[in-house]
């Protein structure tokens, strides 16, 4: 297998560390980015790094041609990692809102895996990894978007596992849980974009909690892990002779998938309105 992976989403957070992580290691890196910008400052880093888009099909099929290219036409690993999230309540969240995220979280990432696989199916080998997270397993409130978004990506990735068996093309979810990333200050643009809350019945809630907690500058939160956990289960995932269908990351990525199968649908959900 050759040890050559493309991520996704290599701006900060997860992609950046996994990236780095994984150059440590060995692995040729094609990082990407949506921004130039971005893209530069990877490149200053010693890092291979272009432009992908996942809202952009041009920028999905260039990047795969630069791989191509320039990789002696293999790939050993794809990361699907870029996503952002739209807080707020489910009744405040316009369609274009739904549109608009779904494009980046899941259209992207299926658009992007059908243009590799045919390349890892000719070569013989290959490991897909889609960074899921624990609110692919259950949800939490006020994340309603980001909620439908990782749902979805868990079916589809759960499909295609079962449709890639007997395939040279290994398929696996990570699924992290509170990891230190930018995710809650990116989100910021959305929220203020679509989310007309100053109108919303939740406008209280908003006022008092939602905001305040958009704008904190750090979250005290004895769970939270720092992204080279997440990278860890990536190598794993990458690594191990068998990779395992999904890894979990965090406590709660756990805690929540045993409540998820142990307790009622009742039970669960009195659970999460807690949270």
């Not at 994984?22 to 921004?35: D, P, S, Y």
Request: overall charge positive; aromatic content about 10%; charged content about 20%.
């Amino acid at each position: 297998m050759d040890k050559s992976i493309l991520i996704t989403g290599c701006s900060s957070g997860l992609g950046y560390d996994a990236a780095h992580g994984l150059r440590k290691r060995g692995w040729r890196v094609f990082a990407t980015c949506r921004n130039e910008v971005d893209c530069e400052k990877l490149r200053k880093e010693g890092l291979e790094s272009f432009k992908l888009d996942y809202d952009d099909s041009d920028s999905i099929k260039l990047a795969v041609e630069y791989v191509v290219d320039n990789n002696n036409g293999v790939l050993g690993a794809l990361f699907n990692n870029g996503a952002f999230a739209c807080p707020g309540a489910v009744e405040d969240l316009p369609r274009d809102a739904l549109r608009a995220i779904f494009e980046t979280n899941f259209f992207g990432y299926h658009e992007l895996t059908t243009e590799i696989i045919p390349l890892m199916r000719a070569q013989g080998y290959g490991r897909i990894i889609n960074c899921s997270s624990v609110l692919g397993l259950v949800p939490l409130k006020w994340r309603g978007a980001y909620n439908a978004t990782k749902f979805a990506l868990e079916g589809l990735t759960q499909t295609l596992r079962l449709e890639m068996r007997g395939s040279p093309v290994e398929v696996i979810l990570l699924n992290p849980g509170p990891v230190t990333s930018k995710i809650r200050e990116n989100s910021i643009p959305h929220f203020e974009k679509w989310i007309n809350w100053g109108n919303s019945v939740w406008a209280d809630h908003y006022k008092a909690t939602l905001i305040g907690s958009l704008r904190q500058k750090s979250t005290i939160n004895k769970f939270e892990l720092p992204a080279s956990a997440v990278t860890e289960k990536l190598l794993l995932a990458l690594e191990s002779q068998k990779p395992a269908p999904s890894y979990y990351v965090t406590k709660p990525t756990y805690f929540m998938a045993l409540m998820r199968r142990v307790l009622p649908t009742s039970w669960l959900e009195g659970l999460l309105a807690t949270i």
